[in-house]
């Protein structure tokens, strides 16, 4: 039961949101979607929920549009920042409604999970800060229970400690009833360790899309002497360079050879660091 993005593209005046997307997002694996502010991430999950419509393409589930579908729909929950429910509802009342429109919905878990974050149940929804606002929404993913869950910058306004414990639920969570998890985010260095597959995104086309460990076995990071190295790196493709003092760092695409030439210090990259020198790289596609 995959869901399928066929050549999505969104238009919003003259800025184009998104430039033929295309993605196969399988069953019962975590996804981590990557791209910088106004990359699009945020248009292509509205998509996905229905929330917005293309100006071209289309979404399928089980395949079957998405759209005004509401058998596919309820297969599937978008947490972001939107408030699904009255301002003026309580949030134990809100959790109630959404048993509604979710069977599946788990209201002693999303209860338990109150107590845990530390959210008054009786309060208004409207009566909530930006954190606790988030975690009201969080909760709502986390007890939600439909095969397709996606997270749109689920950790705003909360601090280290909610944070964490978001991540912790959210791998148990997964582990207890596989789904499909889809996680956008900047604080990456937070997920990385959490996606098994990763899609990067840049103004609306999608640069990369691969498993995470293939994706990070494909580059790595080379240091030494300004030009000692400036002599390895011809004819390799360099993501980016700095340079301090007289030493000299670049992220190449690639495979390392199996022993660095003297005087050169070979080192993995982690996600974020890939990430950041993929955005950087004038023509990444």
């Known amino acids: 039961m995959p869901i399928e993005i066929q050549n999505l593209t969104k238009i919003f005046r003259k800025a184009t949101a998104l430039d033929q997307v295309s993605l196969t ?41 998405v759209h005004n579908n509401d058998h596919a729909l309820h297969k599937l929950f978008l947490v972001g920042d939107q408030n699904l429910f009255p301002s003026d509802l309580k949030v134990k009342k809100a959790f109630a409604a959404a048993k509604l429109f979710y069977p599946e919905f788990d209201l002693p878990y999303a209860e338990s999970l109150a107590e845990k974050f530390e959210l008054k149940t009786n309060k208004k929804i409207s009566s909530l800060s930006t954190g606790y606002a988030s975690i009201f929404r969080l909760i709502l993913g986390l007890a939600v229970n439909t095969p397709y869950l996606f997270f749109d910058e689920p950790v705003l306004g909360l601090d280290a400690q909610h944070r964490d414990l978001f991540y912790r639920l959210l791998m148990e969570k997964y582990a207890e009833r596989p789904c499909t998890i889809v996680v956008s985010t900047h604080l990456i260095a937070e997920i990385a360790n959490l996606v098994e ?21 494909a580059a790595y990071s080379v240091c ?9 790196l011809t004819g390799k493709a360099v993501l980016s360079s700095r340079i301090l003092g007289g030493l000299k760092t670049a992220c190449v695409q690639g495979t390392p050879e199996a022993e660095p030439p003297t005087g050169l210090e070979f080192s993995k990259l982690d996600l974020q660091a890939y990430f950041i020198s993929l955005m950087e790289e004038e023509n990444p596609l």
């Open 25 to 65: 997002l399988g069953e019962n694996r975590i996804y981590g979607l990557l791209g910088n502010n106004g990359a699009g991430k945020s248009t292509l999950l509205s998509i996905i929920a229905d929330r917005q419509l293309p100006n071209k393409g289309c979404v399928l589930l089980d395949g079957e549009p």
């Open 197 to 217: 597959h990763t899609v990067m995104i840049r103004r609306g086309k999608v640069i990369r899309d691969c498993p995470t460990e293939e994706l990070m076995a």
């Open 224 to 232: 030494g002497p300004a030009a000692q190295l400036d002599h390895y």
